[in-house]
């Protein structure tokens, strides 16, 4: 599966942004998919996941009642909604798929995912 991450962009803080992650190549929909975020000199570090059918979601408590991440099956694509941004959500932002086994439940690892989109950058100023 090909995953194309985009819809960063600079923004103030307390700005919003809506991340986008078009997936081609295999059935989307049969995949859990994730969001995490890479800031310089640090860590990768998880986000959000959804399951395949976008009813059961777990988030990073940095993004609790901040961000959304949702799907649309249909476009092959994932979503996060990011609200309320802060300067430490600076960051590279990559989507994720989980290939095999377990589609009904989310995964919050880096190790769970097979496959990794480009990244897209988000920088939110002071």
């Known amino acids: 599966v090909q995953l194309q991450a985009s819809g960063g962009g600079l923004v103030q803080a307390g700005g919003s942004l809506r991340l986008s992650c078009a997936a081609s190549?295999?059935?989307?929909?049969?995949?859990?998919m994730g969001w995490f975020r890479q800031a310089a000199g640090k860590e990768r570090e998880f986000v959000a996941t959804?399951?395949?059918?976008?009813?059961?979601?777990s988030y990073a408590d940095s993004a609790k009642g901040r961000f959304t991440i949702s799907r649309d099956n249909a476009k092959n694509t994932l979503y996060q909604q990011m609200n309320s941004l802060k300067p430490e959500d600076t960051a590279v932002y990559y989507c994720a798929a989980k290939m095999g086994a377990g589609a009904f439940s989310v995964y919050r690892r880096r190790s769970d995912y097979n496959y990794w989109g480009q990244g897209t950058q988000v920088t939110v100023s002071s």
């Open positions: 959804i399951n395949w059918s976008g009813d059961s979601t």
């Open positions: 190549g295999r059935t989307f929909s049969r995949y859990p």
